[in-house]
């Protein structure tokens, strides 16, 4: 690719590279199509919080304890700045500036990986203890383990 990295499945923004008006046209088109990214961490968020009162409801507390509101803060924080890494790797090439197009994907990186673990602990250890978590357990694992491979091949790469 522009950018020096081995790219085995050609993309559209490889393919373009610093061709002008193509590239604006993408950069364009890219935004007009993950504007609803930037609502999804306050989605996550209020499902989050929407989890948390369920759980609450069925046991004897009444209210959502602070550490679950901050922790799912924290969770839609990174989900946001995963966001943000995102545009930043698409609106600044690596032929524009390579470090910021680097420092865009090493956000992108670390911010989903901890946002993805937030979120899978929380939905798990944040839900009413006598609710059934068979199905949840599955699929929360499932896509643990999934999150571990990713990380294992990321170091791979490294």
């Keep these: 690719t522009h950018c020096g990295v081995a790219n085995f499945w050609p993309s559209l923004s ?4 610093n061709n002008t008006p193509e590239i604006y046209i993408w950069r364009f088109a890219v935004a007009l199509h993950n504007w609803y990214v930037f609502l999804d961490p306050l989605i996550l968020y209020h499902h989050l919080l ?6 609450s409801m069925s046991s004897s507390s009444s209210s959502v304890s602070t550490s679950k509101v901050i922790a799912a803060r924290l969770t839609a924080f990174f989900k946001s700045a995963s966001a943000f890494s995102l545009f930043l790797l698409t609106f600044v090439s690596s032929s524009d500036n390579f470090a910021v197009h680097e420092a865009g994907f090493v956000l992108w990186l670390v911010s989903a990986s901890i946002s993805m673990v937030f979120f899978a602990a929380l939905w798990r250890y ?6 059934d978590h068979n199905t949840q357990d599955r699929r929360t694992w499932f896509w643990l383990r999934f999150f571990l491979a990713s990380f294992f091949g990321l170091l791979i790469m490294a």
């Design 14 to 17: 490889a393919a373009i590279g």
């Design 126 to 131: 944040g839900g009413a203890p006598d609710v």
């Design 50 to 55: 929407r989890h948390f009162a369920a759980s």
